[in-house]
């Protein structure tokens, strides 16, 4: 007898390890070590959540009742891995250039991101994956109990106790910390892989172990295996029925591929696609290993425990029944580790589903403006995702508690795969044929899943807790051929194989026919034209036309949705691809495309589309677009498409001239009135020093005179003539930077340090309204190797500016650093009005003022600032889309810079 | 009773330095800095001479006397440009606005005051 306590310690303590485990693989990854998490190893064992609770335990109660057929379900999997690679290859590519995050939303991107798709597609998913979750619940509680029960013979009592919540509790608490970390569901869930990627070692050791006991500890070798094999009553005797065989096997391969938890682990959360070629091998082999002792496990089972035990759970009771404790409990956390995993990686399958698909949805109806206007986008995804999670597990907790945990262990998954095969159709047939259309796919998907529903998941409950044992026997108003069981009159039938049977060929059948008599949207034919020949040609449909959005809008909207430094690194990534500097890109076609991916990988491709339609105010599909899909032929494609990269290259190297030409226009302008601008600025000192020279020296010729004007004026022309030498100053320190002239101090330092001096200069002796200063001083804690000196001088210089031309009523300066890259960067950004679009990149040249502003300077100090920033070898720019005038200074790091 | 002045001008040094001289001579002098509003203190107080800069805030000092000699009753009135922009095409530029004298900065005490005696004539 063990006890319960000790259980619960081990099972806390390994709860404790794969915490760290996945702590640990975050933090490497925030480091940038992900060498090792990028291994193809991982993936393939990530890939091992498909072996859940279900196939650890249940395969072998499954061999003990029915034979080899267990083999069918790993079988699927197996043939879809080596016979069908290429489908998976195409899937994937798909996956990851599309940015898609489930399999709802491959579905929608695919049928002209249809937002009603999705969301039917999250409610069949839900619905198909929750009583999966209530079968992992149900072994971890009969896996507790097992050891709670001295005699296998006596049933184990299916008690609903307080195991099962604690296991759910527990299991939303770590999906939540490590499944929802960053909003994109496109990245990849180090922390969670790597746990998951443990469990599957844990899992498979733990039968190889069992079996390895089985076999050479209790049956003396390979060969007296065989034979008790042989000898065994109810094994020997191996029914083969071939319609279930390929049913089952069919069934199983469906599953795979459309489960939404393998869907995250295969598609979402691959790295490089080529670690799909080392899984096509390595999967199978890691499947293999796991089924291989099986059999073995069941007859031995079947032999040494009493008749009654639960086959279910031999490989927990034939280690007890031996007296290896230590065994069982590996055999219990192998099976535990199935159940976690599965469960994890579901909930984030499905709150990725539900977030993007149903809550946004409504969310963005609700508030009709609120992409462009209302508050923070990420905070509601971020929630929504966490709520769903918990409803999730507490869904399949929910199930487990109504379904009275009776069923065999293996039923219940069974009916989850049917339901779940259900968007088969609609997924093969969209990768395939461009024929496919939304109409088709909606009623396929849904014609299937009510006949599912309706012959399967319905009737699991048993007679008379949903379906009236009446209906069930009799058929709907007595109607015999529509009995769940019997449809058309069909008799006879295994009711699995019936029901899907059934809802797979009227799926089919209505996915071809519908998609056949309706007519596609443009949009559904540019998607379908990008997913059929993903593989093939590059590029290929625009589905935007640039120009009436404000990029600046887009860049707050964005900023959003991604985050600031997200979402500023890709406008400038952008711009530069267009040959433009700084953060603003043109609003073209392309550069919608690329946002519009970049945001589906957040909340998904539907609601992507309709934020981003929103904004730039419908979708065009012009007549090339359209003749472009249609066009087959291969050469022309090529052709055209040499032309377009010839003609990219064109608009590129005008837009290129024509930024240049602007600028030289305007710096000729310039240039001429900086003569102006210096005679300006230096007669006006010069004006006050010789009139009130003048006066000082006519005193008293005339008359008395008062001593205090004497001394007053006397102080006019000593403030002058320091203005007049600050003047000359800056214009000589600007020249000497300009000709590269200067030698820099490099010294070492604190970035907080810098700052705080830089604040501390800036007060002084400045009498203009008070600028309140917000700093995160835990994130300025970073090294710097540079010229301190002169990077405090252009940190002076933009906290000064904020002083002088921040207009607000309650002047505020946040300086924002962040580092941890190659790069540096401090934010200065103020609450006023900010810089006019046009006047942002002519602030920096010399005497540049904004407006009419003539708050004392000359107008040196940003020029200077550039000057010494590219001396530094960094940069410093305005950073649009902030609310007020913002700037950014980058610096290398501090490795890039000691490595120079 | 002295003559009155108006001395539109934003550097706060010159305007004192301006108003010190000819305050001492006898004249009523007064002063303005902003250039979007300096028409409507022109109208309002009717100087005999105004003293007028260029580089003003809010307006030129060119458009100013622009508008100033397309008024009926401003068109003659004189006035003294000073600036600090030394370049001859802003003379000409002056010149063309219908300026009654133009001088640039730093200038000579004396020469103001004789100035601006002068276009205020007897």
Known sequence: ?900 | MGKHVLVIEDEPNIVEAIRFILHRDGWRVDTHSDGATALEALRAQRPDVVILDVMLPGRSGFEILRELRSEDGLANLPVLMLTARGQAKDRETAERAGVSRYMTKPFSNAEVLAAVREMAGP
């Not at chain 1, 937002?115 to 896996?143: C, D, E, N």
């Not at chain 1, 003396?220 to 071939?242: C, F, H, N, T």
């Open chain 1, 1 to 900: 007898m063990v006890s319960l306590n000790l259980l619960a310690v081990i099972c806390f303590g390994y709860v404790a390890f794969l915490f760290a485990v996945a702590f640990a693989a975050e933090r490497a990854a925030a480091a940038g070590r992900t060498a090792w998490l990028r291994s193809p190893w991982v993936y393939t064992l990530s890939l091992s959540i498909y072996c859940t609770a279900w196939t650890f335990y249940g395969a072998v109660g499954y061999a003990a009742r029915s034979g080899l057929e267990f083999l069918t379900i790993y079988l699927g999997p197996t043939l879809v891995m080596v016979g069908w690679w290429w489908g998976l290859n195409k899937l994937v590519h798909i996956g990851r250039t599309q940015r898609i995050t489930s399999i709802a939303d491959l579905i929608s991107s695919r049928y002209g991101k249809s937002s009603l798709l999705a969301a039917g597609v999250t409610v069949l998913a839900v619905v198909g994956t929750t009583p999966y979750i209530a079968l992992q619940l149900q072994s971890v509680t009969l896996s507790v109990a097992a050891f709670a029960q001295p005699d296998p013979a006596q049933p184990v009592p299916a008690d609903p106790s307080a195991t099962a919540v604690w296991v759910a509790v527990g299991l939303a608490i770590f999906t939540v910390i490590f499944g929802t970390r960053n909003l994109d569901a496109n990245e990849r869930h180090h922390g969670v892989v790597m746990a998951i990627a443990v469990e599957a070692v844990v899992k498979l050791f733990a039968l190889l172990a069992v079996g390895v006991f089985v076999v050479w500890g209790i049956a003396g070798g390979a060969g007296a295996i065989v034979e008790r094999i042989q000898a065994s009553p109810e094994l020997s005797a191996w029914r083969i029925d071939g319609a279930r065989w390929a049913g089952l096997t069919f069934l199983a391969a469906a599953a795979f591929l459309c489960l939404p938890r393998m869907f995250q682990v295969m598609v979402v959360e691959l790295e490089d696609e080529r670690h799909l070629r080392t899984a096509s091998w390595a999967f199978p082999l890691y499947v293999f290993l796991i089924s291989l002792f099986v059999v073995p496990i069941a007859v031995v089972g079947l032999e040494a425990l009493p008749a009654g035990a639960n086959p279910d759970l031999f490989v927990l009771t034939v280690p007890l029944a031996f007296g290896q404790e230590g065994l069982a409990f590996l055999a219990f956390l192998g099976g535990f580790s199935a159940a976690t995993s599965m469960v994890i990686v579901a909930a984030i399958a499905l709150s990725t589903m539900v977030s993007n698909h149903i809550v946004m949805p409504i969310w963005l109806r609700l508030t009709r403006r609120g992409a462009s206007v209302s508050g923070d986008v990420r905070h509601v995804v971020m929630l929504a995702r966490r709520l769903s999670i918990a409803g999730v597990v507490f869904l399949g907790y929910l199930y487990y508690r109504l379904s009275g945990g009776g069923a065999a262990l293996a039923a219940i998954g069974l009916i989850a795969f049917a339901g779940i095969a259900q968007v088969l159709p609609a997924m093969i047939g969209g990768l395939f044929w461009r024929g496919a259309t939304r109409n088709g796919a909606m009623a396929g998907i849904a014609g299937g899943f009510a006949l599912w529903l309706y012959t399967l998941f319905l009737p699991s409950f048993g007679p008379d807790v949903v379906l009236p044992a009446a209906l069930m026997a009799e058929g709907p108003f007595g109607i015999g051929w529509l009995r769940p069981y019997a449809l058309f009159g069909i008799e006879g039938l295994d009711p699995l194989i019936h029901s899907v049977l059934w809802s797979l060929s009227i799926n089919t059948v209505l996915f071809l026919a519908v998609s056949l008599a309706s007519f596609p949207e443009p949009l559904e034919r540019l998607q379908g034209a990008q997913f059929v020949s993903a593989l093939g040609t590059p590029g290929g449909a625009r589905s935007w036309q640039g120009g009436a959005v404000q990029t600046e809008d887009l860049m707050v909207m964005a900023q959003r949705i991604l985050g600031p430094s997200e979402a500023q690194a890709l406008f400038r990534r952008e711009a530069a691809r267009q040959g433009l500097g700084g953060y603003l890109p043109e609003a073209s076609p392309e550069f919608l495309e690329v946002l519009e991916r970049e945001l589906s990988g957040s909340v998904g491709a539907a609601t992507a589309h309709a934020m981003l339609a929103q904004m730039v105010g419908g979708m065009q599909v012009s007549v090339q677009d359209l003749l472009a899909v249609a066009d087959e032929t291969a050469q022309i494609m090529e052709y055209s498409a040499r032309l377009e990269a010839q003609q990219e290259e064109l608009t590129r190297t005008a837009r290129q001239l024509r930024e240049a030409n602007e600028k030289l226009t305007r710096l000729s302008v310039q240039k001429d009135a900086f003569l102006s601008q210096i005679s300006h600025e230096l007669r006006t000192p010069m004006t006050s020093i010789r009139a009130f020279s003048e006066i000082l020296r006519e005193m008293g010729k005339d008359g008395p005179f008062d001593p205090d004007d004497q001394a007053r004026y006397a102080s006019i022309i000593h403030d002058e003539a320091i203005r007049l030498t600050r003047l000359l100053d800056d214009l000589l320190d600007l020249s000497v930077l300009e000709n590269g002239q200067v030698s820099l101090n490099i010294r070492e330092g604190t970035l907080s340090d810098l700052i705080d001096h830089a604040v501390a200069t800036a007060a002084a002796g400045e009498d203009g309204p008070d600028l309140r200063i917000r700093r995160d001083r835990g994130a300025e804690r970073l090294p710097l190797v540079t010229d301190l000196d002169r990077l405090s001088q252009v940190f002076i210089n933009l906290i000064a500016n904020a002083r002088k031309y921040c207009l607000s009523e309650a002047p505020q300066l946040t300086i924002r650093a962040g580092g941890g890259g190659a790069w540096i960067t401090v934010d200065f950004i103020d609450n006023g009005q900010g810089i006019p679009r046009e006047q942002q990149d002519m602030i920096f040249e010399k005497f540049a003022r904004i407006g009419d502003q003539e708050a004392g300077g000359a107008g040196l100090g940003l020029a200077i600032c550039r000057e010494i920033m590219a001396r530094l070898g960094g940069t410093i720019a305005y950073l649009p889309g902030q609310g007020g005038a913002a700037f950014r200074v980058r610096l290398p790091a501090r490795a890039a810079l000691a490595a120079q």
